[in-house]
């Protein structure tokens, strides 16, 4: 499982236990350890500094590919370490499918998509040939994001203000949403059921869309004022949340209720970074991580259904700032330490897991810590979902400890485009030629063996008598 993390460099530090608002989240600490690898090729990270990963692998994005190392992979990473390349242009961005930990997209300044399988052995090679290549895109391609329950669809969104849903199992896009937006999308997010999504954009404007529908169902005109990039994320009851910044350049954050869309439920000042604020939320225990490029913290805050609605909770800090970050999601997280959160920090030549923990002094299941999670088994096919069928997440019990399925193939509708699919393990080669090795060859190699069998029987045999004939002459019984 993949992590580069430095055993022999871990450093752990307690957070200390900030004054929390429920009895499961007391006493939260935060430990940060210094890891992983370098060099990471002297090319640049892209714009988006990203780091994400999936209870298997880490994948930090590069110019043109992408490196995705086992957790398991510590220490410094050597330069000729196999890549994940097939663009032409920087990657600008990653994610890994909910529903099979093998595989991964990617959206590049080259205008294109590209999935690809990881094996789960290491590879001696670069990956260079991806599963599909999905074109559609004129412009560069800068936000990637699966469907949280149906199968094999993937939204893409680019700089020529399109957002395409694509069934990867085909290759096909099935919708196109062309007229919605006259500017720069700056994000866009599912909600719980993915039968809607949010964008934010260049224009300030919030927009809940049906995608199947292709029409604006609400939108916020200005929900924050400020001139720089917002975010916003569907919360598990369906409100939004969004982080951006005012006139005066302050950082803020909002709680608002799609059924009223004039004000928002809870709006909160944070400070005049210049970072953009990146939101990530675990709905399991309706905690919001606040993370900024540049700052080298990481606030957090519980989302209640009571009035202030947004509770500040405490800070990790640290010493150096932060190009990016990932968050993993509860499957891959370590349950018998009482870890609720664990994140990646993305330094310029390493990356530094930071995990959250509850401690308790029982080693039994902490029921209140881990409800019933998301799986890997998805609730809906492609077909289902365009159908206008909606369904939850199936969820799966971390009780014991998630084990995760065996690596599987991505279902498809028309044609199977992973029949290339990578080996479980590396592969064993028995000939220089192995097209020209028949079943008649092999028939013969086990006549040969019999018979050589036979032959050693009767060597052992006549062995044996003259062992015996050598005994009597030594003997002096001959």
């Known amino acids: 499982m993949f992590l580069g993390c430095s055993r022999a460099r871990f450093s752990d530090t307690s957070h200390p236990p900030p ?12 430990h940060s350890h210094s890891l992983l690898s370098s060099p990471l090729l002297p090319s640049p990270l892209s714009a988006a500094g990203n780091c994400i990963w999936t209870k298997a692998f880490i994948a930090e994005l590069q110019t043109g590919a992408c490196l995705p190392p086992t957790h398991a992979l510590t220490g410094r990473v050597d330069k000729n370490h196999p890549l994940v390349c097939g663009h032409t242009a920087p990657v600008l961005d990653i994610d890994w499918c909910p529903h099979n930990d093998n595989v991964i997209a990617s959206g590049s300044e080259d205008c294109t998509v590209m999935v690809w399988q ?12 991806p599963i599909v290549v999905l074109e559609g895109h004129s412009k560069r391609v800068g936000i990637i994001s699966w469907h949280p329950t149906a199968r094999n669809v993937l939204l893409s969104a680019g700089s020529d203000n399109l957002i395409i849903i694509w069934n990867v199992g085909t290759g096909d896009p099935l919708i196109t949403l062309d007229e919605l937006h006259t500017d720069l999308i700056y994000n866009v997010c599912w909600n719980h059921n993915g039968s809607l999504i949010c964008t934010t954009s260049k224009d300030k404007r919030v927009r809940i869309i049906d995608p199947r529908e292709q029409c604006i ?3 916020k005109e200005k929900a924050h004022e400020g001139a720089r990039p917002m975010r916003a994320i569907f919360l598990a009851d369906g409100k939004v949340f969004t982080t951006g910044f005012s006139k005066m350049s302050e950082r803020q954050l909002a709680l608002w209720d799609p059924k009223n869309f004039d004000e928002p439920m809870a709006l909160q000042e944070m400070d005049t970074s210049n970072g953009v604020l990146l939101p990530f939320y675990d709905a399991d225990s309706s905690i919001v991580y606040l993370c900024g490029k540049g700052d080298s913290s990481i606030r957090y805050f519980e989302i209640t259904p009571e009035c202030p609605y947004v509770h500040y909770i405490s800070t990790f800090s640290s010493k ?3 190009r990016g970050m990932g968050f993993m999601t509860r499957r891959g997280l370590d349950v ?4 609720i959160a664990r994140f990646f920090k993305l330094h310029e030549r390493k990356c530094e897991p930071i995990t959250m923990t509850v401690p308790r002094k029982s080693d039994l299941f902490q029921d209140d810590l881990y409800p019933d999670t998301p799986g890997p088994e ?4 492609a077909e289902e979902w365009m159908g206008g069928k909606n369904a939850n997440a199936v969820l799966v019990s971390l009780r014991g400890s998630y084990i995760p399925p065996k690596n599987r193939e991505l279902k498809l509708a028309k044609r199977n485009l992973l029949d290339n699919k990578p080996p479980l393990g590396p592969r064993r080669s028995y000939s220089t030629c192995e097209s020209n090795f028949s079943r008649v060859t092999l028939e013969e190699l086990l006549d040969e063996v019999k018979s050589l069998k036979v032959i050693v029987q009767s060597q052992e045999r006549r062995i044996s008598e003259l062992e015996n004939k050598l005994s009597k002459f030594t003997n002096g019984t001959a």
Do not use: N
């Open 217 to 219: 169902v609400i939108e």
């Open 118 to 129: 990881i094996p789960d052995h290491l590879t001696l090679r670069s990956i260079t040939d």
């Open 320 to 322: 150096e700032p932060q």
């Open 378 to 381: 998805p609730a809906l096919d």
């Open 336 to 339: 018998s330490r009482c870890e």
């Open 19 to 30: 004054a929390c608002l429920t009895p499961s989240l007391c006493g939260l600490h935060t």
